[in-house]
């Protein structure tokens, strides 16, 4: 399997991961008014910055998030979807990294609930 070593890796992983999140009966209802034209850019911005030490993310991405009515069960979908995806796709260090900071993200993001 590949590494996560580049942007169109990332985009890669962001794009594929939604493409799960949109089909999910569990977290498909969050994403069903967003304009995925302006959220996936931000989204890989995000994990670019994340991943690969790119400038340019600015947003809070737990703020965002803290206006959502999410439950236990709907981190618990997030990040069984996002690992899985980063499984299916990638390895070694960034891989393992991604998974890591989403753990945290939905953390960071249940403490603000």
């Given at each position: 399997?590949?590494?996560?070593?580049?942007?169109?890796?990332?985009?890669?992983?962001?794009e594929?991961?939604?493409?799960?999140?949109?089909?999910?009966?569990?977290?498909?209802?969050?994403f069903?008014?967003?304009?995925?034209d302006?959220?996936l850019?931000?989204?890989?911005?995000?994990?670019?910055?994340v991943?690969?030490?790119?400038?340019?993310?600015?947003?809070?991405?737990?703020?965002?998030?803290?206006?959502m009515?999410?439950?236990?069960?709907?981190?618990?979908?997030?990040?069984?979807l996002?690992?899985?995806t980063?499984?299916?796709?990638?390895?070694?260090?960034?891989?393992?990294?991604?998974?890591?900071?989403?753990?945290?993200?939905?953390?960071?993001?249940?403490?603000?609930?």
């Open positions: 399997m590949k590494q996560i070593e580049s942007r169109d890796d990332v985009q890669y992983l962001v594929s991961f939604y493409e799960k999140v949109v089909k999910d009966d569990v977290l498909a209802p969050f069903l008014n967003l304009d995925f302006k959220h850019p931000k989204m890989v911005d995000f994990w670019a910055f991943l690969l030490e790119e400038s340019g993310y600015t947003t809070d991405v737990t703020e965002k998030h803290s206006r009515r999410l439950k236990q069960e709907h981190f618990d979908r997030w990040l069984e996002f690992n899985s980063v499984d299916t796709l990638f390895t070694g260090e960034k891989a393992d990294l991604a998974k890591q900071r989403a753990f945290l993200v939905g953390l960071s993001i249940k403490s603000k609930h």
